[in-house]
């Protein structure tokens, strides 16, 4: 797959010295931020449909005030 990516001069220094620390090329500065990203959204929509689901399950709730009495905070 070939794809183009336009940035400004400020971002293209940045990513030059991106690649030149890690001794990296575009495309795989490209791969790994793309599959960071999907399974970072990956993980977070799991993380929520985990919250949610034990949430259906026992829908109490607590405010910020009786989390930090019951806390002795």
């Known amino acids: 797959m070939t794809f ?6 400020e971002d293209t220094a ?8 890690r001794n ?5 500065v490209a791969r790994q931020a793309i599959l960071e990203m999907i399974f970072d959204d990956d993980a977070d929509l799991a993380a929520y449909n985990k ?5 259906r399950k026992d829908p109490t709730t607590y405010s910020f005030e009786e989390v930090c009495k019951e806390l002795g905070i």
């Not at 919250?51 to 949430?55: G, L, N, T």
């Open 4 to 9: 183009e990516i336009n940035l400004n001069d």
């Open 24 to 28: 990296m090329t575009v495309s795989e």
């Open 51 to 55: 919250a949610m689901e034990e949430y």
């Open 14 to 21: 940045t990513l030059q010295r991106y690649m030149k620390d």
